[in-house]
DNA sequence: AATTCGCCCTGTCGGC
DNA sequence: TGCCGACAGGGCGAAT
């Protein structure tokens, strides 16, 4: 599922094959994914378009065109991808300069294929979701922030300044676990499954924790693992585990990377106990019981703290986790 | 007001 | 081999 790092990648390497390109045509093949105004429209105001710029917010990617910006979200198993000029598609094989080849990269149009952007010469921006939980919708002039869908987006984790944000935006006394709340966009835009998974377990936090339950030194932790693992996945072009492609057609390779995520039943990679499967907050869930030790609720702590009953026997804290 | 739940959708996988 | 239910889950709107 696209998050935060593989649309960044998605963002990175599309931008230069299409910033200065004009949209010759809109090919929107399944309406449902479009919000707000019927396809003709659609089409009608793409036409002639110049692409300026390629921008992410969260997990949205934005193209900004010189009357309107086009605004895209992937949900699940959405594909952006940019296909060559010397790309034509043959019987499921794409033929390239060098001949008939296996479609390892750009995969072809397909019934999945839910919207092509023609650009002059051929080249072409393809927009392929089989699930289509993906939207698509135009948002006049640069006023992509004021969307409803955007203007609710809490902050940017790659340049959260961890202290102000800890006063000024982490809720105090919320009862839900502290997964959905990283799950939250509107608590910070970008963080999906994987890497809430990846960032508790790297921070040692519990996912069912209560967010009203967590100290000032483990909220910011979390919050340094947040933008650690994201980073980490932006370095390793984003984590390919099913959908996910990059720009090129081809996997991201951070699902060799993941400590938690998909692996529940697997042996933790920092201790070898086995990975415990949950659900939380709805979504599938993996982390390590020994370390990510279960919340203390706050009247365990007050317990804690009767003279003579010293904490838990391992001098490690549950933080200490092994990158 | 805060939080959870149900729903959208289709390819893949395990069981029989 | 083929059928079938379970599962995956981002985000919105309804329900609690």
Known sequence: MPELPEVET????LGPHVEGKRIESADLRLGRMLL???TVNFASALKGQAIDRVLRRGKYIILELGGC??????GMTGQLTFSPADYVENAGFIRTVTGLEKPKGVHPVDK????????AGGERVLFRD??????IFLVPGRDWPLHPRLSILGEEPLTLRIPAFLKRSFPTGSARPIKALLLDQSFLAGVGNIYADEALFRSGIHPMTLVRDLGDEARSRLLEAVKDVL???????????????????TEGSNQERLKVYGRGG??????GTTLEKSLVAQRGTVHCPKCQARARTRTAKQAERIPGAGPRKSGKR???VPA
């Open 36 to 38: 707000g105004m019927t």
């Open 112 to 119: 999945h294929t839910h919207l092509i952007l023609n650009l």
């Open 318 to 320: 549950a933080g200490a």
């Open 10 to 13: 998605i963002v990175r390497m």
């Open 231 to 249: 980073r980490k996945g932006i370095r390793n072009s984003g984590t390919s585990f099913s959908d996910y492609r990059k720009p090129d057609g």
């Open 266 to 271: 697997e042996p933790c990679r920092a201790c």
């Open 69 to 74: 910006s086009l605004v895209i979200h992937l």
């Open 130 to 135: 089989p699930r289509t939980f993906g939207k």
